[in-house]
Nanobody
Framework: QVQLVESGGGLVQAGGSLRLSCAAS????????MRWYRQAPGKQRELVAG???????NYADFVKGRFTIHKDNAKNTVYLQMNSLRPEDTAVYYC????????????WGQGTQVTVSS
């Protein structure tokens, strides 16, 4: 069972920045894919950004140029740097991980609230 713990959410004004962290309970080498999703009230959960084992990244169009996903293997942590935040970025942000191997599976964190005021 993989534990994912998000942190770094909060209230920020439009144009501001936040950095979210997702700390995994095991080495990122056993988690070849990690992603950030978000869910706003009344909306479906949507993919924000992802990072692979080789460091390759992908982003939703609505965050390209503003958000950056990166990871620190030594800390078993994935980050989402969010700049130029907009009110429409307000949502609960969730960390997602794919675990490889015999007992592989998909795991979710508990989420962290991001609120952007106008």
């Amino acid at each position: 069972q993989v534990q994912l713990v998000e942190s770094g959410g909060g209230l920020v004004q439009a144009g501001g920045s936040l950095r979210l962290s997702c700390a995994a309970s095991e080495s990122l080498f056993s988690l070849p894919a990690m992603r950030w999703y978000r869910q706003a009230p009344g909306k479906q959960r949507e993919l924000v950004a992802g990072i692979g084992s080789g460091g390759n990244t992908n982003y939703a169009d609505f965050v390209k140029g503003r958000f950056t996903i990166h990871k620190d293997n030594a800390k078993n942590t994935v980050y989402l740097q969010m700049n130029s935040l907009r009110p429409e970025d307000t949502a609960v942000y969730y960390c997602w991980a794919l675990r490889s191997g015999f007992s592989g599976g998909i795991y979710w964190g508990q989420g962290t609230q991001v609120t952007v005021s106008s």
